[in-house]
């Protein structure tokens, strides 16, 4: 079946240390991207990628990293900088094509700061 | 700056009780309004996409429907597993013409 994973599903972190959430798609979508949702508020772009190899900050990128090395993964790090992590992290991912465009969506990683 | 605004924040319904959502948008040149639906701790699930004035689209008990500056979401004869947090997204050509622009959701309960 085709679609987007994202692991862990729920991560604890210690104030200090970088995490990395994992993200993978098999939908063969050229574009990914990286979302934070916190309770009330709407989705909030991270990063985003069109090709391998690029990616471009997005509304809120300070404190976090990624890289797009291949086609199928989209990890984002979550680094010490970032000074309130706690949220819920959504990976989407979508082609490119003028016609389509439409963003599926992962199940989301829980991170919580402890 | 492009803005979504859903209303209500939050919605209680008697099963069979039909009733609608909206989302108003200001955004320059729309390329797309976006539905989607989001269970607790779960990624949002993909409705429907509406790109110009008068279009509307179905699925089951649900109808998009689209306005120059808002869209609405009519749900019929609701069941409780319509119960979810529905958001909406805008596309607009500022900035790229990949990004979406969501508003905060609204919260529907449909009670048996």
């Known amino acids: 079946d085709g679609g987007i994973t994202q692991s862990p599903k729920y991560l604890f972190r210690k104030e200090g240390q970088n995490v990395t959430l994992s993200c993978e798609q098999n939908?063969?979508?050229?574009?990914m991207y990286w979302y934070r949702q916190d309770p009330g508020q709407g989705l909030r772009l991270i990063y985003y990628?069109?090709?391998?190899?690029?990616?471009q900050k997005g509304d809120i990128a300070e404190g976090y990293s990624v890289s797009r090395e291949k086609k199928e993964s989209f990890p984002l790090t979550v680094t010490s900088a970032q000074k309130n992590p706690t949220a819920f992290y959504l990976c989407?991912?979508?082609?490119?094509?003028?016609?389509?465009?439409?963003?599926?969506f992962g199940p989301g990683t829980r991170l919580t700061v402890l | 700056e492009d803005q979504v605004t859903q209303s209500p924040e939050a919605l209680r319904l008697q099963e069979g009780e039909s009733s609608s959502l909206n989302c108003s948008y200001t955004?320059?040149?729309?390329?797309?309004l976006f539905w989607y639906r989001q269970d607790p701790g779960k990624g949002p699930e993909f409705l429907f996409t509406?790109?110009?004035a008068g279009e509307e689209k179905e699925k089951e008990r649900l109808k998009a429907t689209l306005t120059k500056k808002e869209s609405f979401l009519h749900i019929t004869a609701p069941k409780p597993e319509d119960s979810a947090t529905y958001l909406c997204?805008?596309?607009?050509?500022?900035?790229?013409?990949?990004?979406?622009?969501f508003g905060s959701g609204t919260q529907l309960t449909v009670l048996p």
């Open positions: 989407a991912s979508s082609t490119t094509r003028l016609a389509g465009g439409t963003q599926y």
């Open positions: 939908l063969n979508h050229d574009a």
């Open positions: 990628s069109q090709i391998v190899n690029d990616f």
């Open positions: 955004v320059s040149g729309l390329r797309g």
């Open positions: 509406l790109y110009s």
């Open positions: 997204a805008v596309r607009a050509p500022s900035g790229s013409a990949r990004q979406l622009t």
